[in-house]
């Protein structure tokens, strides 16, 4: 069997027996089925009584096909109301985490392309894992499936549910920055050491604001006219040549992922 879980969607699987029918095989092969609401595919009833794009729709539907998997003894369940609005996704995953404790599945469905549809996702899903509703994830995109884990997984990171890489922060700049900002943020992101722990580093466009306003990082830079100050926890520990101050926040980075490393290995 080289099927980990399978989806059924309730607007279109038909009637009780073709449920039943699918329970078997998925109790024969110790397959999870994941009961998959779309809000552009509910049943014409449902559709009938609550109208378009409602919430309580979607959490309707999808107790249905609970009780119908529950009656048949089958209980591995995962559940899933995808919508491309928003607002109704979010609504209908919050009513249902008060109605069920089976493991929820969450995603806004037919975002579009990666500008629309990591904003919309990230709008969503973000508001879910914040009130701690969602055990898996998808970010749905018009791209390639590698692409959606990578969303996915930097969604977490944002949300400090995942805490595995290097996390940049740096400033939108202002009348005082005196360097490409942008430039120097992917510098110092391709220098640094991925891959090895968690950090806080951040890349700041002026020495005047920019140590305390990040003073939350573990570590960071300021960038002056040709030069860089590094500074710990707003801090200041460092001034020189920008080009030094890169290199020595890239040294320091490491040593303090080595020692975190090593602490953690205690």
Known sequence: NGVDKLRLNPGNIGGRQHVEKVVDCARMHHTPIRIGVNGGSLEADLRREYGPD????????AMRHVRLLEAAHFSDIVISLKSSTVSTTVEAYRQMAKLV???????????????????K???GLGALLLDGIGDTLRISLTDAPVEEVRAGVELLRALRLRRDDIEIISCPT???????????????????PHGQGYLRVAVMGC?????????DADIGIAFGSGSGVLFRRGERFAHGAAEDMIALLVR?????LRQRRDEEAR
């Open 54 to 61: 409602s919430p309580q729709a979607m959490v309707e539907s």
């Open 101 to 119: 404790e089976y493991p929820l599945h969450i995603g806004i469905t037919e975002t579009g392309t990666p500008a629309r549809g990591l904003i």
């Open 121 to 123: 996702s990230a709008a």
């Open 174 to 192: 202002c009348g005082r920055t005196r360097v490409d900002l942008m430039q120097a943020v992917k510098r110092v992101d391709a220098a640094l």
């Open 207 to 215: 020495a005047v604001n920019g140590p305390g306003e990040a003073a």
């Open 252 to 256: 320091e980075a490491t040593a303090m």
